[in-house]
């Protein structure tokens, strides 16, 4: 992962996020690029127009921008000094997902970082609003999200939650590898239970997956078909000290069915642990 895609809105949360990666990476040369977006909509810091200047709105939300994406630069310099890693910054006059979509292909993004919720966080959501409309619209580029409260650990555990059902291949697999191999990470392989026993196609792809695992140290688990999903996998993340959860987010899948659930059915899977979403490709 030589490019890493950090948003911002300047909340304690985001730069929490981009301390996190810092660290995640802290003995790999990569680049950094914080992105910050901004639209009309986007709430001044200060309550009236730049004094005895004649600006529009939108001039005075990009300095405004500019100013903030310094700000976090000279900090995390300060904070997380490392000659391993370039960080850049990026002030977009677009909606978030829009503005993503740019600085995705301007610096060929490997991985997206944010944190899990923005200026308006609480602790009962699971994820900001922010967050799921990337999740669900951003489909070529894995997403890393943060908990706002979470100092660093390296990522000893990574639950990878699965039911089998589809193919794995090396695109969609590589982020996860790559993790797991940087943090010396075991890979604990989560499958609830919602049948007696694995159907060929089901076999099939386990034995896919441990494949392309095969030099990283993986365990398989097996979680009984509790009727809501979330509570298995927040019982199994908090039984075996799990310090990352990721899961392919497939067409449909359990994953998708989660992030347009209303917010309350969505508090029992609170996780307080980094999630990665890897976007799914055939």
């Not at 810092?22 to 040369?29: I, S, V």
């Not at 490997?110 to 669900?136: A, E, H």
């Not at 193919?167 to 239970?193: D, R």
């Amino acid at each position: 992962m030589k490019n890493i895609l950090v948003a911002t809105d300047f909340s304690n949360n985001s730069y929490n996020a981009l301390f996190y990666a810092k660290q995640l990476f802290q003995d790999h040369n990569c680049s950094f690029h914080i992105l910050n977006a901004y639209t009309e909509h986007t709430p001044l810091k200060s309550n009236c127009k730049a004094a005895g200047r004649n600006i529009s709105l939108l001039q005075q939300l990009g300095e405004e921008s500019l100013e903030g994406l310094n700000e976090f630069l000279h900090k995390i310099n300060l904070d997380s000094e490392n000659p391993e890693h370039h960080i850049s910054i990026h002030s977009k006059n677009e909606n978030l997902v829009d503005a993503l979509r740019q600085a995705i292909k301007e610096t060929n993004a490997n991985l997206i970082v944010m944190g899990n919720k923005g200026k308006t966080g609480t602790k009962s959501i699971f994820l900001g609003s922010s967050v799921i409309k990337t999740i669900n619209t951003i489909k070529d580029c894995p997403i890393l999200t943060i908990p706002g409260e979470k100092e660093f650990l390296l990522p000893a555990e990574i639950a990878f939650a699965t039911d089998y059902k589809k193919s794995y291949n090396a695109k969609v697999l590589e982020p996860l590898q790559t993790l797991a191999s940087n943090c010396g990470s075991n890979i604990s392989i989560v499958h609830i239970n919602e049948e007696e026993r694995l159907s060929p196609v089901q076999k099939s792809n386990l034995y896919t997956l441990r494949e392309y695992l095969a030099k990283i140290r993986h365990t398989i688990h097996w979680m009984p078909d509790f009727t809501n999903k979330t509570r298995a996998i927040t019982d199994f993340i908090n039984e075996l000290g799990i310090d990352m959860l990721a899961m392919i987010h497939y067409e449909h899948g359990f994953l998708e069915k989660l992030t347009r659930e209303p917010v309350i059915e969505k508090v029992s899977f609170n996780i307080n642990i980094p999630f990665l979403i890897l976007p799914y490709t055939d």
